[in-house]
């Protein structure tokens, strides 16, 4: 099994190697062999050849089964133009590996509910979510300018999706739901937007597919308040581009910190990007302060949905349960009377669980 492996910057290659010790114990539990390869993007990657994504990191991802991320960019990048960016790497190695669904789950430890800025009664005891983002399309790809008027500048960035773009995402949502509680909550703007329009016609339609799932649609800024209010509503929440980043983002705070979710991106093609969904927090980078669960997790999902190891999986997360029900923490999950431990450490834990 063939991994490429993207450390990335900031407190990408901290989560990663912890990640990476639980892909070691894992082979070592499930007697299997992964072929891993490190390769450069974003910063480092800019550092060394000039440019975010290198051909040779491309080359190489493609070649591989899976491939491994943990986060890209930081303020020492900030002032590059736009294309060479460290996110620009990001952005290209998605389009090139066609990974068009952007699958996040959103899910609370019961061990965590202190954490999160929510009330008890509101999170319940089963929070269970499952953010469905298109990834490849929308106004992050769009044609994007500036130009100058007469009292300043303009600028715009194009958002458009296609029917086909929208169908192939709905469809992932639709078998998605199909797995969990059968519930798909379709998030736009389409009273206002004419993508949104569009979203909903073409997902009604392939609705009637699966007549025994339950859809229904909201706007947006609803979607916000109501993930606050009562996330338990939601089962599949599926939705564009931009719309997807905020939300998920959102929801993962639900779940105590951005340092506890992962993500997974699939497309037609059989190679998955695992990633946290975290970026490279530079304000706490190099300080074995970062939370590597989320990276950790990563590989979880990684095992399930690329290498349908689901029992190995499940090891990962009943680990995680078990050093969290130690009382162990990172220090952005850290609660009265719990044991404050650093990045290598909770990696080393989690290992020794498994
Ligand atoms: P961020 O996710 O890096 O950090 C937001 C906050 O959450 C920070 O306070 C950070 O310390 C905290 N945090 C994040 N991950 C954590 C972890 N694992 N453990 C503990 N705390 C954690 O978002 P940002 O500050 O908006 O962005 C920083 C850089 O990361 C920017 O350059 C941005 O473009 C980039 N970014 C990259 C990705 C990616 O590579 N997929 C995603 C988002 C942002």
């Given at each position: 099994?063939?991994?490429?492996?993207?450390?990335?910057?900031?407190?990408?290659?901290?989560?990663?190697?912890?990640?990476?010790?639980?892909?070691?114990?894992?082979?070592?539990?499930?007697?299997?062999?992964?072929?891993?390869q490190?390769?450069?993007?974003?910063?480092?990657?800019?550092?060394?050849?000039?440019?975010p994504?290198?051909?040779?990191?491309?080359?190489?991802?493609?070649?591989?089964?899976a491939?491994l991320?943990?986060?890209?960019?930081?303020?020492?990048?900030?002032?590059?133009s736009?294309?060479?960016?460290?996110?620009?790497?990001?952005?290209?190695?998605?389009?090139?590996?066609?990974?068009?669904?952007?699958?996040?789950?959103?899910?609370?430890?019961?061990?965590?509910?202190?954490?999160?800025?929510?009330?008890?009664?509101?999170?319940?005891?089963?929070?269970?979510?499952?953010i469905?983002?298109?990834?490849?399309?929308?106004i992050?790809?769009?044609?994007?300018?500036?130009?100058?008027?007469?009292?300043?500048?303009?600028?715009?960035?194009?958002?458009?999706?296609?029917?086909?773009?929208i169908?192939?995402?709905?469809?992932?949502?639709?078998?998605?739901?199909?797995?969990?509680?059968?519930?798909?909550?379709?998030?736009?703007?389409?009273?206002?937007?004419?993508n949104?329009?569009?979203?909903?016609?073409?997902?009604?339609?392939?609705?009637?597919?699966?007549?025994?799932?339950?859809?229904?649609y909201?706007?947006v800024?609803?979607?916000?308040?109501?993930?606050?209010?009562?996330?338990?509503?939601?089962?599949v929440?599926?939705?564009g581009?931009?719309?997807?980043?905020i939300?998920?983002?959102?929801?993962?705070?639900?779940?105590?910190?951005l340092?506890?979710?992962?993500?997974?991106?699939?497309?037609?093609?059989?190679?998955?990007?695992?990633?946290?969904?975290?970026?490279?927090?530079?304000?706490?980078?190099?300080?074995?302060?970062?939370?590597?669960?989320?990276?950790?997790?990563?590989?979880?999902?990684?095992?399930?949905?690329?290498?349908?190891?689901?029992?190995?999986?499940?090891?990962?997360?009943?680990?995680?349960?078990?050093?969290?029900?130690?009382?162990?923490?990172?220090?952005?999950?850290?609660?009265?009377?719990?044991?404050?431990?650093?990045?290598?450490?909770?990696?080393?834990?989690?290992?020794?669980?498994?």
């Amino acid at each position: 099994m063939k991994l490429a492996v993207i450390k990335g910057d900031g407190i990408g290659p901290e989560v990663v190697n912890q990640a990476v010790k639980v892909i070691g114990v894992i082979s070592k539990k499930y007697k299997c062999n992964f072929q891993y390869q490190e390769v450069l993007m974003g910063g480092a990657a800019i550092d060394e050849t000039g440019v975010p994504l290198p051909d040779e990191t491309i080359e190489i991802c493609k070649n591989s089964d899976a491939v491994l991320l943990g986060a890209v960019g930081g303020p020492k990048w900030d002032k590059i133009s736009r294309n060479l960016r460290p996110e620009a790497g990001l952005l290209q190695i998605r389009r090139q590996l066609g990974v068009f669904a952007n699958l996040r789950p959103a899910i609370m430890f019961p061990q965590l509910k202190s954490a999160s800025p929510l009330k008890e009664e509101i999170l319940g005891n089963n929070l269970d979510l499952m953010i469905v983002r298109e990834l490849t399309g929308g106004i992050y790809f769009g044609e994007k300018n500036r130009e100058d008027i007469e009292c300043g500048k303009k600028a715009w960035d194009i958002m458009g999706y296609s029917t086909p773009e929208i169908s192939r995402i709905a469809k992932v949502a639709f078998e998605i739901a199909q797995k969990r509680n059968k519930k798909i909550t379709l998030v736009d703007k389409s009273n206002v937007l004419e993508n949104s329009r569009l979203w909903r016609e073409v997902v009604s339609e392939i609705a009637k597919e699966y007549p025994h799932i339950d859809l229904d649609y909201m706007y947006v800024d609803n979607a916000a308040m109501q993930l606050i209010r009562n996330p338990n509503q939601f089962d599949v929440i599926l939705t564009g581009n931009m719309f997807g980043d905020i939300l998920s983002d959102e929801a993962s705070m639900l779940t105590g910190s951005l340092g506890m979710l992962a993500s997974a991106s699939v497309g037609e093609n059989k190679i998955g990007l695992y990633e946290p969904i975290h970026g490279s927090a530079p304000d706490i980078a190099g300080q074995d302060k970062a939370n590597p669960i989320a990276a950790i997790m990563s590989v979880a999902m990684m095992l399930r949905y690329s290498f349908d190891m689901e029992e190995a999986a499940k090891d990962i997360e009943n680990a995680i349960s078990k050093v969290l029900d130690k009382g162990y923490r990172t220090v952005d999950i850290m609660g009265d009377g719990m044991i404050e431990v650093g990045t290598e450490k909770m990696g080393e834990l989690i290992s020794e669980k498994i």
